[in-house]
């Protein structure tokens, strides 16, 4: 039952606020699983948790599904993290592991296992390395990582750190008489020794000076503060006897001690027990780790280098078993990755703890709640109930199960690592605004490989798909003329500047217009004259050729003039010269349709005897016969496949030498560069590459665009893990690789039109966009502020069939609608056109377009329609701009660009919760 605090917090809900729900979620407190529930989140904390929990409104939903695990998120009590070397002397207690921890790094490895929560080391193999400390893998600042700065002092008596070389320090001044001085062996040599060195330092910190000159000045007063601050004993041990030799010694020290290892405590978990000593054991530390995967064998676990039957596998059977007698006893253990293995096998080495015998539950405990009170940090992580972070692992199955995986990563209540798995995403809202003007109350969209794939009042729910909840969604917004990549020039580019070239990916203004909600730009210089271009494209992607829709989109044009008997004049000439350019284009057309390619002139061969000529044509039907079996009748022959491979937010880059393949792929969904490698047979295709723990594979087919080996693409699919097969079609769109060296291409010459063939008109930049306008394909607008000259301005357009979009301070009545495509209104104050004339809202403005949403929903509460804004920031826009098949509508086939609300789209009160474009979720 919620307590009257969570019924407050459900009823005003922050910002922030999420719910997750799976099929089970496992508290791990108590051992407590609770089925079909879900956890509400706000700030970071967890607010509450139940099977009854309900969404609170405005509140967004991730819902993982039935099959789904929740559990705390992992703690590492102990990680490769924070460790800078060990220290030239056996005892460095001043020593601090938080010094060496980057706060800046990505710890991509420790998400992608489900590690929320490491131990950093100081150092290994000295009696006493250090300072540990505890952290979080992930943060907004350095503050967000830092759970405990001192956590333990760390050092070991295990035989490696027994080793310790001879210490030399130089006299200062060095002098003839005093010499250089000699190198000074250090203790411990022994189990004995180091017992010995750990009561001269425990003395050296109670005061007794005479410890300093072995020891080093700094090592007594650094432990006495150590000792002081309360800080915890963290010793390492290989072997029972020094297990034994601690806790005589500790005993009589009266200091809390945790152990660490694997096989230091066969045959001692009673002795443990009554000590009150906590263990930190690392499945298979010691064994081989020439190849540390784990495999199945009858239903157990062992590693390949260490099989059951050899004597290394004796002794990874008996320390696993100690593991478990000691979880029996009542010995708090934590599990924690050996030395040299990676971080991300933790769940994987709680799983064979099991072997040993270990229930599942306590092996869970292990990588959770155990070592999260090992470490001291049990009040904020590793286990979930209400008040405590909002870190958690979502799994695709039971937590202890050799086939579940991690699916996801959430550490203070926002994600922060996603499998590539996740092929699908469906966003279910009370009100769905489809940016035609309907809305559907519920309604929900599928959204698959960066496409929208379906939209209903309820859709289907594919496999692993990921299911975000919230009030409302609407499509990305469209600023209808913006300067966003501008970076404060205000020069005017002439119709020959190719405006793909500002477009650069990875831009931090970019990505923040993109997060509030606007995803497309129809960019344009900010000093746009008579005759500029302008272009059509979105924020964010990871290649330009992606980001762009439409380049040129359309032209500007200005009616006024200075002069009012010269205003129009500049609008006729040039719609005059475009007439013109498009007569000459369809004139060119007619004439190619109409011609015919005269045949082939044979080849003159020489004539030879009549027997010999037979039997060459026997051979050359033979040899036709091969190639008819080798491929299809009509399908050019195989090319190279050197070069760029893309479509939409994918992209594959290769280079061939020799018939073998290597590069790399780009997926939308995947953060990291994906490096493939393989070969080509005739057309076919064959790749492997690797994605984190995911395997990758592509089967690809060269195919030809009207069978033109000049215009060549991919058809196949890839698979990452065990995720669905995905199809791909891949047009090539470059035939350079240029991570690579390429060898100086040879010049081919020019092929020369066929004789009699008709000469094209040629490309006109500042034409082209106006003839494709008179085909109905390219978007003109006009500037004009005299109303009194509109009725002139629209008949000039109308003689040469183009629907202009007005811009301006003219502004058209409902008599106008069949002239006009539109108008372009600014985005504050500005008076809409009568009903039936569809209008869009522009910013004029570069990184301020993030707040297009927040002006127009200013609008709203002025009195403007919610839904004729919807429409006039998606829909309108993008049919005028001529970009509807791509952005702008909810429709099966768009772009997956889609903008997630806390309230009603546009009420003066909503927030925007989630943006996506292409179906990839956008973060600032």
């Known amino acids: 039952m919620l307590n009257i605090f969570t019924l407050l917090l459900l009823a005003a809900p922050g910002g922030d606020a999420v719910v997750l729900r799976a099929g089970t979620i496992h508290l791990v407190q108590n051992d407590k699983v609770l089925h079909d529930s879900a956890i509400l989140v706000e700030d970071g904390k967890i607010v509450a948790i139940g099977p009854d929990l309900e969404t609170p409104l405005g509140v967004r939903e991730v819902d993982y599904g039935p099959d789904a695990t929740i559990v705390p998120g992992f703690v590492a009590a102990d990680s490769p993290y924070g460790a800078g070397g060990s220290a030239d002397r056996s005892a460095a207690p001043m020593l601090r592991a938080i010094d060496n921890f980057d706060p800046y790094s990505r710890y991509t490895t420790a998400l992608s296992g489900g590690v929320t929560t490491c131990y950093l080391n100081p150092g290994v193999d000295r009696l006493i390395a250090g300072q540990g400390a505890v ?20 050092g070991s008596i295990s035989t490696s750190a027994r080793n310790t070389a001879a210490y030399w320090e130089p ?46 000045a700094a090592a007594g007063p650094a432990l006495a503060q150590a000792i002081s601050d309360g800080l915890r004993w963290r010793m390492a041990v290989d072997d029972p ?41 690392k499945p298979g530390q010691g064994q081989s780790s020439r190849a540390p995967m784990i495999f199945i064998s009858g239903g157990a676990f062992f590693t390949s280098s260490a099989s059951p039957q050899s004597s290394e596998g004796k002794a990874l059977a008996k320390d696993l078993l100690s593991a478990s007698q000691l979880a029996e006893a009542g010995v708090r253990v934590a599990v924690a990755t050996p030395r040299g293995i990676s971080i991300r096998e933790l769940l994987m080495r709680a799983n064979l703890a099991r072997r040993g015998g270990m229930s599942p539950e306590n092996a869970l405990r292990a990588i959770t709640l155990n070592a999260a009170e090992i470490l001291g940090v049990e009040d904020r992580v590793g286990s979930l109930a ?8 979502i799994l695709n199955g039971a937590p202890l199960n050799h086939e579940t995986r991690v699916l996801a990563t959430w550490v203070d209540g926002e994600l922060a690592w996603e499998t590539s798995s996740f092929s699908a995403t469906v966003i279910a809202v009370d009100e769905l605004h489809l940016g035609d003007g309907t809305v559907l109350t519920p309604g929900e969209v599928l959204m698959q490989a960066g496409r929208i794939v379906e939209v209903g009042r309820h859709v289907a729910r594919p496999r692993a798909a990921k299911v975000v909840r919230g009030v409302a969604a609407m499509p990305g917004a469209i600023d209808a003329w913006g300067h966003l990549g501008l970076e404060g020039s205000s020069k005017s580019f002439n119709p020959n500047f190719d405006l793909s070239r500002i477009v650069e990916p990875g831009s931090n203004e970019d990505r923040d217009v993109a997060a509030s909600g606007v995803t497309t730009v129809n960019m344009a210089p900010k000093s746009a004259s008579h005759g500029s271009t302008f272009m059509t494209y979105k924020p964010v992607g990871s290649i330009p050729s992606s980001m762009i829709l439409s380049n040129p989109a359309g032209m500007w044009l200005v009616w006024d003039h200075s002069i009012p008997s010269m205003a129009g004049a500049a609008v006729r000439d040039i719609l005059g010269k475009a007439a013109t350019y498009k007569k000459k284009w369809e004139e060119y057309e007619a004439k190619l349709a109409a011609w015919t390619p005269p045949a082939p002139e044979p080849d003159d061969g020489d004539d030879g005897d009549d027997d010999e000529d037979e039997d060459d044509g026997a051979e050359e039907d033979e040899d036709d016969e091969k190639k008819k079996k080798k491929k299809p009748k009509d399908k050019p022959d195989a090319i190279g496949c050197t070069g760029t491979w893309e479509s939409g937010n994918t992209r594959l880059r290769l280079i061939e030498k020799e018939g073998a393949l290597e590069g790399y792929l780009r997926l939308d969904g995947v953060s990291d560069l994906i ?28 195919e030809f665009e009207e069978n033109d080996v000049d215009q060549p693409r991919f058809e196949g699919q890839y698979t990452i893990g065990e995720a669905e097969p995905q199809d791909v ?38 034409l082209e966009p106006i003839r494709q306008a008179m085909l109905g394909k390219s978007t003109l607008m006009v500037s004009i502020n005299n109303s009194e000259q509109l009725n002139e301005c629209l008949s000039v357009f109308k003689r040469h069939g183009i629907r202009p979009v007005l811009a301006g301070s003219a502004r058209p009545s409902s008599s106008h609608a069949s002239l006009i495509s539109g108008v372009l209104l600014g985005r504050v104050s500005s008076t809409p056109p009568p009903a039936g004339i569809p209008f869009m809202m522009r910013t004029r403005a570069e990184a301020e377009a993030a707040d297009l949403l927040n002006d127009v929903s200013l609008e709203v509460g002025r009195g403007l329609s ?32 889609l903008v997630l609300f806390d309230g009603p789209p546009l009420h003066p009160a909503s927030q925007v919760l989630k943006v996506w474009v292409y179906g990839k979720e956008v973060s600032r």
């Open 171 to 216: 006299p200062l001044p060095a002098t003839v008489d005093v010499g250089l001085g000699v190198a000074q062996p250090q203790l411990p040599h022994s189990t004995m020794g180091a017992i010995v060195g750990l009561q001269e330092l425990f003395d050296f910190a109670q005061g007794n000076q005479a410890q300093a000159s072995e020891w080093g």
């Open 135 to 154: 952290v979080k893998v992930k943060g907004d600042s350095p503050e967000d990582y830092l759970l405990l700065k001192a956590a333990s002092i760390q």
């Open 241 to 281: 006897r020094q297990t034994i030799a601690l806790l005589e010694f500790f005993g009589g020290v009266q200091q809390s001690l945790v152990l660490e290892g694997s096989a230091g405590f066969a045959g001692l978990a009673d002795e443990l027990s009554a000590a009150g000593v906590s263990v930190i054991f």
């Open 675 to 702: 490096t493939v490698s393989g070969t080509r047979d005739e057309h076919e295709v064959s790749l492997n590459g690797q994605s984190g723990p995911d395997s990758v594979s592509l089967t690809l087919t060269q």
């Open 386 to 393: 209400v008040g405590k972070d909002a870190d958690f692992v």
């Open 729 to 766: 079609t891949w047009p090539r769109t470059g035939t350079d690789y240029p991570m690579a060296s390429m060898p100086e291409r040879r010049k081919v010459a020019e092929s020369k039109p066929l004789k009699g063939a008709p000469k094209s008109p040629g490309i006109n930049p500042g």
């Open 866 to 897: 919610p839904t004729a804004a919807v429409r006039a920031l998606t829909g309108y826009p993008a049919e005028m701009l001529g970009v509807s098949h791509r952005v702008g509508l909810l429709k099966a086939g768009r772009d997956a660009d």
